[in-house]
C-alpha cells in the first residue's frame, strides 16, 4: 500500500486478483504449481524432448540400471526394461498419455457433470427429489469399481478405460454442481434475478455459472488427480493400456515381472506417478485455502 | 472504587497489507455497582474492546496499553490461566450472538451447569453435589424469568427462541456470581417485547446484587435510562465519556451531539415535520480511517488543528478528546 | 427420526432395486448372447441350450426373467461361476469376508491414527508440527496405492524379509472355514499350533493393512484437522474460553463432540475408498479377497461371477451407507435442527 495518496481513490484487487495474491503466500502450494506446469510442458513437448522412440527395443542394452547406479550408462538416463525401452523415453512419453487423457477426460466429465448438475439443481418436486437422493446413494459406489464394471461391458483397452472413468467421475461433478446451484438458488441476488422475470436459463447462465468457477477449477484439480489414480490403476490391473503402450500404469505392470533384480522398472514409472498427483494436490490444495482466507480477510 | 481501568488501549490487526490500528487509545473506567455504556456505531470496535477485556482476540494481533486493570491487577502481564480465573470468578460475558456462543452439541443444562464454580457446591468430599448443581441452575433460571426450567435445560440451542436464549445466556452469566457483566448488544434483532425484558433483567440485576454491567449497544434509547455513566466511541476512538446526565444535558463533543440528535426523542424541540438531524458522510472503513481525529472529514467544527489528534481533557468527572467542544466558545 | 429411518430405508430399497436392475441388465450389456453369458454354454450344443433356455425362462419376456432373477437371488442362487465351477454365493462370502477383514483393520488403524493426529495438528494451527503433519499428509494421500504396496513389498519382504510376500496364511496351517475373519478363525479352531498360526496370519496383516491405510490416515487426518480448526474459530468455543474454562475443559466438553460429529458421515464414507484400495492392494498381495476374485473374473470373462461380484460389493456399500447415516443421525444431537423451524 502506498504511503502517500493524493486521491482519496483505491482500487481494490478484484476476487481473482486476491487469489492469486494469497496462493503466492503458499509457498509449498507455488511449487505445486511449477511442478505442474513441469508436467504441462512434458506433456506438450514430450516428442521433442524424449531421447528414443519409446517402443524402440535396444537388443545389446537390456536391464540396464539407471546413470546413478555404479553399472549404469549415461546413454539411458534412466535405465531399460527388460526389452531394452530406454525408461526417459517411456516415462515421458507415459506423463504426457497419462497427464493429457486424464485432462481430456475431466474436462469431458465436467461439462456433462455440470449440465446434469444444473438440470437437477433448478428443477424442483418430487421428481427431482427421487432422482437426488438415488444419485446420491449411488455416489457411495466408489469410482474404481464403476470403472471396472464398464470395463467388464466394454472390453479392456485403453479408450474403453477412458469412457468407463469418464462416465465414473460424472456423477461427483453432478454431486457438486447440484449442491452448489441449490445453495445459490436460494440467495437474494438470484431471488433479484427472477423477480426481473430472467428465465431458468438465464438465471443459471447469467447468475449462477459465473459464480461457480472457482468451485469447478477446484473441484476439477481433485478429479483430476482420481482420474490419473484410476487411470493408472486401470493400466496396472491391465485392464486398461495394453502392453506395449507407454502408459505409466501399464509399465508398473510390465515393470512386476522384473521388480527384483530391476527395482527402477517400477520405482520410476511410479514416481512419475507420485509426483503428478502430489504437484496437483498441493495446487488444489493451496486453491482451497487461498479461496478460503480471501473470503476470511473481506 | 473501579473495577476495570483501562487506559490508552490501542490495537492492531493485520490485514493485507499492513497492520490497522482498529482501537486507537481507548480509556475506559467501569465503577463497582455501576451500569455503564458503551456506545458507538456498528464497526466502531465495541465488541474488540469486550474480546479484548475478556482475552479472546488472536494471538497475532497487537495489544497494547498503558493501563489495564481488573481491581488493580494487571491484566495484560498476567498469565492466561490466571487471567482465565479472574474472569472465570468475577467476570461474565453476554455475547451478541446467544444461538452462536452456545455449544450446538451439548444441552443447555449442562453447560449451565459446567458454569457453576466449584466453591459454590458446598458438600462434603464424597457427594458430587448434583442435586445442589441443578437446583442453583434452577433458581438462576428462575430468576432471569424462565419459568420452565426442566425442559429449557434439557434441550438444545436450536429448539428454543433467540430470546429465551439470552435470557440464558445472562443466567450462565449469573452462575459465576460475577463482579461485573459485560453485556456485548445483548438486544441485538429482537423485537421491543422481548428487548425490554432483556433491559429490565440486567438493572434489576444490577440494583439487586450490585454487580456492575458494561452495557455495549449502539442504541441509545434504551439504555440512557438505566446507565448511570457513559463513553462514545468512533470509530476506535474514545470520543467522550462522563455521566449520563451530563452528556444527555450538555454533550461536549460534536459527534456525541449528533449521536443524541439523531434520537428525536431526545429532542423535545422539534417542530413536526422538520428533518432530523445527522451526520454528513458514513464510518470510514478501517483500510483507510483519516488521521489526527477519526471523526475529522465528517465533523462539522473540523479546523486544521484536527489532523492532530486530540489529547483527552477532562472537567471533573467528564473526559473528552475534541480540540473545539461544544459550547466551549461561550465559556 | 421414525421418519427420517424409513425414508432411509425406502431410499435403500429403492437403491438396491437399481442395482439389481443394472446386474440384470448387464447380462445383455455383456458382449454375445445373453444365455451365453449366464451359462458359458454355446449355442451350438442345441438340446442343453433348450433346457438351460427353459431354466432361466428366456423365453418369456423381459419382465419375467427379471422377477426370476430377482426370486433367485432371494433364494441365494446366484449362479455358477465359469472358472471354478462353484456356487457364487459361497464364493463371494468367502472373498468378501477377506476383502472385509482387510478393510476393517486398515480402518481401525488409520481411524486410530488420524483422529488424533488431526486433533494435534488442528489445534497447533498454523505451527511447525501443523506444517509438518500437513506435509507428510498431503504425500501419503498422493501415493498411488499399487506403487506402495509395490515398495512395500519390495523393502520390507523382499530386502528385508521382515514379512511374508504374499497370501493371508503360511499353507502349513489348514484353518477351517468359519466366520471369514481369519483371525477369529484361528481362535475359534482347535489346531494343536494356535498361537502359531495367529502370529503368522498376523504378520502377512501388517502390509496389506498398512499400504490401505496409509492413504486413508492421511485423508482421515486432512478432514480432522479442518474441522478442528473450523470448530476451535467457532464463537461458542470463543465464548466458552471468555467465561473462563480452562483450554481442557474447553476442548473436553465442546471441542471434540463438536468437531467430530459433522465430520462423521465424510469420515465413514472414507470406508468405500479402503474397499476400493483393498481390492486394488489385494491383488498385489495375492490376498483372496473380492478384487482379486473379481479381477480374475474379468479376466477370464467370467460373466456370472463379475455380475453377482459387481452386485454383491456395491450392495455392501450402499447398505453400509445407509446403516451409517442412520446411526450418525441416532447419536447427532443437533439431528433435529433441519426438522424444526426456528424463529
Not at chain 1, 438440470?119 to 437422493?133: D, E, K, P, Q
Not at chain 1, 449462477?208 to 476439477?220: A, F, R, S, Y
Amino acid at each position: 500500500m502506498p504511503q502517500f495518496n493524493l486521491y482519496q481513490e483505491e482500487f481494490p484487487p478484484s476476487p481473482l486478483q486476491v487469489t492469486w495474491q494469497e496462493f503466492k503466500l503458499n509457498h509449498i502450494a507455488v511449487i505445486g504449481l511449477y511442478c505442474l506446469i513441469f508436467f504441462v510442458v512434458l506433456a506438450v513437448l514430450g516428442p521433442f524432448l524424449a531421447p528414443f522412440d519409446p517402443l524402440q527395443q535396444h537388443i545389446d542394452s537390456l536391464l540396464i540400471p539407471p546413470s546413478w547406479e555404479p553399472s549404469g550408462g549415461i546413454v539411458h538416463l534412466f535405465g531399460t526394461d527388460g526389452l531394452g525401452r530406454d525408461i526417459l523415453s517411456r516415462v515421458i512419453y507415459g506423463c504426457r498419455m497419462t497427464f493429457g487423457i486424464s485432462i481430456l477426460l475431466v474436462l469431458l466429465a465436467l461439462l456433462i457433470g455440470v449440465a446434469l448438475g444444473a438440470v437437477a439443481g433448478m428443477s424442483r418436486g418430487l421428481r427431482s427429489s427421487f432422482v437426488n437422493h438415488l444419485l446420491d446413494s449411488l455416489m457411495a459406489i466408489p469410482t474404481l469399481l464403476i470403472a471396472i464394471i464398464i470395463i467388464a461391458i466394454l472390453g479392456t483397452g485403453l479408450v474403453n478405460s477412458m469412457w468407463a472413468i469418464t462416465l465414473a467421475l460424472v456423477p461427483k461433478f453432478i454431486h457438486q454442481t447440484r449442491d452448489f446451484v441449490r445453495n445459490e438458488v436460494r440467495k437474494e441476488y438470484v431471488m433479484a434475478a427472477k423477480l426481473d422475470g430472467a428465465s431458468k436459463r438465464q438465471l443459471f447462465f447469467n447468475s449462477i455459472l459465473p459464480n461457480m468457477g472457482e468451485m469447478l477449477v477446484v473441484q476439477g484439480t481433485f478429479a483430476l488427480s482420481i482420474a490419473i489414480l484410476d487411470i493408472s490403476a486401470l493400466g496396472f490391473l491391465n485392464l486398461g493400456a495394453q502392453a506395449p503402450t507407454p502408459e505409466l500404469g501399464a509399465m508398473l505392470y510390465k515393470g512386476i515381472e522384473v521388480a527384483y533384480i530391476a527395482p527402477w522398472n517400477i520405482a520410476l514409472p511410479g514416481a512419475a506417478i507420485f509426483l503428478m498427483i502430489v504437484s496437483i494436490n498441493l495446487v488444489g490444495d493451496g486453491l482451497r485455502s487461498a479461496l478460503r482466507s480471501r473470503l476470511l480477510h473481506s | 472504587m473501579s473495577l476495570l481501568d483501562i487506559k490508552n488501549l490501542t490495537l492492531e490487526i493485520d490485514v493485507r497489507g499492513g497492520w490497522i490500528k482498529a482501537l486507537d487509545k481507548v480509556n475506559l473506567v467501569v465503577n463497582e455497582g455501576q451500569i455503564h455504556a458503551l456506545v458507538g456505531e456498528s464497526g466502531s470496535g465495541k465488541s474488540i474492546i469486550v474480546k479484548a477485556i475478556v482475552g479472546a482476540i488472536p494471538d497475532r494481533w497487537r495489544i497494547t496499553a498503558d493501563r489495564m486493570t481488573w481491581r488493580g491487577q494487571d491484566l495484560l502481564t498476567m498469565s492466561v490461566s490466571e487471567r482465565r480465573k479472574i474472569i472465570r470468578s468475577d467476570i461474565a460475558v453476554v455475547f451478541q450472538n446467544p444461538m452462536g456462543s452456545l455449544d450446538p452439541t451439548a444441552t443447555l443444562g449442562d453447560q449451565l451447569i459446567e458454569i457453576i464454580p466449584s466453591k459454590r457446591i458446598d458438600v462434603p468430599w464424597y457427594k458430587s453435589g448434583k442435586k445442589l448443581r441443578m437446583k442453583i441452575a434452577a433458581d438462576l433460571l428462575h430468576r432471569v424469568g424462565i419459568k420452565d426450567h426442566e425442559q429449557c435445560m434439557n434441550s438444545y440451542v436450536h429448539q428454543i427462541a433467540n430470546d429465551v436464549c439470552q435470557k440464558y445466556m445472562i443466567a450462565m452469566a449469573l452462575a459465576s456470581e460475577p463482579k461485573l457483566i459485560i453485556a456485548d448488544d445483548p438486544t441485538r434483532g429482537m423485537e421491543i417485547t422481548a428487548k425490554t425484558q432483556i433491559l429490565k433483567l440486567l438493572s434489576r440485576v444490577n440494583q439487586v446484587r450490585e454487580v456492575a454491567v458494561l452495557f455495549v449497544s449502539h442504541d441509545l434509547l434504551a439504555i440512557s435510562s438505566m446507565a448511570h455513566n457513559m463513553t462514545v466511541l468512533y470509530c476506535g476512538q474514545t470520543v467522550e465519556s462522563g455521566r449520563m446526565s451530563q452528556l444527555r444535558k450538555r454533550a461536549l463533543h460534536p459527534y456525541t451531539k449528533a449521536l443524541l440528535d439523531s434520537a428525536p426523542s431526545f429532542r423535545k424541540d422539534l417542530p413536526a415535520k422538520s428533518p432530523l438531524a445527522s451526520l454528513g458522510g458514513t464510518i470510514p472503513t478501517l483500510q483507510n480511517v483519516p488521521i489526527g481525529c477519526r471523526l475529522g472529514p465528517r465533523c462539522p467544527r473540523a479546523r486544521k488543528e484536527c489532523v492532530k489528534n486530540p489529547e483527552p481533557r477532562r472537567i471533573h468527572e467528564h473526559y473528552y478528546s475534541c480540540h473545539f467542544p461544544l459550547h466551549w466558545d461561550k465559556e | 427420526m421414525g421418519n427420517f429411518v424409513l425414508r432411509q430405508f425406502n431410499l435403500l430399497v429403492l437403491t438396491l432395486f437399481v442395482l439389481s436392475l443394472f446386474s440384470f441388465s448387464l447380462a445383455y450389456l455383456f458382449p454375445g448372447d445373453p444365455l451365453t453369458n449366464l451359462t458359458g454354454i454355446a449355442g451350438s450344443e442345441q438340446a442343453d441350450y433348450q433346457l438351460l433356455n427353459d431354466a432361466f425362462h428366456m423365453q418369456g419376456n423381459v419382465l419375467q426373467q427379471y422377477f426370476y432373477y430377482l426370486g433367485a437371488l432371494f433364494k441365494g442362487d446366484w449362479g455358477i461361476s465359469f472358472s471354478s465351477g462353484l456356487p457364487l454365493t459361497n464364493e463371494i462370502s468367502r472373498t468378501l469376508a477377506a476383502s472385509i477383514e482387510l478393510s476393517t483393520y486398515a480402518f481401525i488403524f488409520s481411524f486410530s491414527l488420524g483422529i488424533p493426529l488431526g486433533f494435534i495438528a488442528g489445534l497447533r494451527h498454523y505451527k511447525i508440527t501443523d506444517n509438518v503433519l500437513l506435509s507428510v499428509s498431503v504425500i501419503g494421500y498422493s501415493i498411488p496405492v499399487f506403487w506402495l504396496a509395490l515398495i512395500v513389498i519390495l523393502l520390507f519382504s523382499l530386502q528385508l524379509g521382515w514379512f511374508p510376500l504374499s497370501g493371508r496364511i503360511s499353507l502349513l496351517f489348514d484353518v477351517p472355514l468359519k466366520t471369514g475373519f481369519i483371525l477369529f478363525d484361528i481362535l475359534l479352531s482347535d489346531l494343536p499350533d494356535k498361537q502359531e498360526a495367529f502370529y503368522d496370519a498376523l504378520r502377512h496383516l501388517i502390509l496389506p493393512t498398512l499400504s490401505i491405510a496409509i492413504v486413508t490416515t492421511a485423508i482421515v487426518l486432512r478432514i480432522t484437522r479442518r474441522s478442528v480448526i473450523e470448530t476451535m474459530n467457532s464463537e461458542f468455543i470463543q465464548a466458552a474460553y471468555a467465561r473462563g474454562l480452562t483450554s481442557r475443559q474447553v476442548l473436553q466438553h465442546h471441542g471434540i463432540a463438536n468437531a467430530l460429529i459433522p465430520i462423521l458421515p465424510v469420515l465413514t464414507m472414507q470406508f468405500t475408498t479402503l474397499l476400493t484400495n483393498a481390492m486394488i492392494v489385494e491383488i498385489i498381495f495375492s490376498w483372496p479377497g473380492i478384487g482379486n476374485w473379481l479381477i480374475q473374473a474379468i479376466y477370464q470373462r467370467d460373466y456370472p461371477a463379475i455380475r453377482a461380484g459387481m452386485l454383491a460389493v456395491s450392495s455392501l456399500v450402499v447398505i453400509l451407507n445407509m446403516s451409517i447415516n442412520i446411526a450418525i443421525r441416532l447419536i447427532d444431537p443437533t439431528r433435529g435442527r433441519l426438522e424444526h423451524a426456528t424463529i
